[in-house]
């Protein structure tokens, strides 16, 4: 895997794991939270949202969906 691939699923999964540990977190909570820009936070819950792990009740808010996950 690439560097660049590699520290795309690992900031995936930091993401994730917040969300879950927070319940409800807004897009600018994570923005801060992860000193990226507002487009990388967008993308990385593109990919949670299209694997059914994260959901957007309202615009700019999310939370993690009942989907049972392995975190290793």
Partial sequence: MSPST???LNRVKALYL?????G??????LV???GTTQRTIQRDLNVLS?????TSPAR?????????VKVS
């Fill in 50 to 54: 299209y694997n059914n792990l994260v």
């Fill in 18 to 22: 917040f969300i879950r540990k927070k």
């Fill in 6 to 8: 590699d520290r795309m």
């Fill in 60 to 68: 700019g808010i999310w939370e993690t969906t009942t989907k049972k």
């Fill in 32 to 34: 801060e939270e992860f």
């Fill in 24 to 29: 409800t977190v807004t897009t600018r909570e």
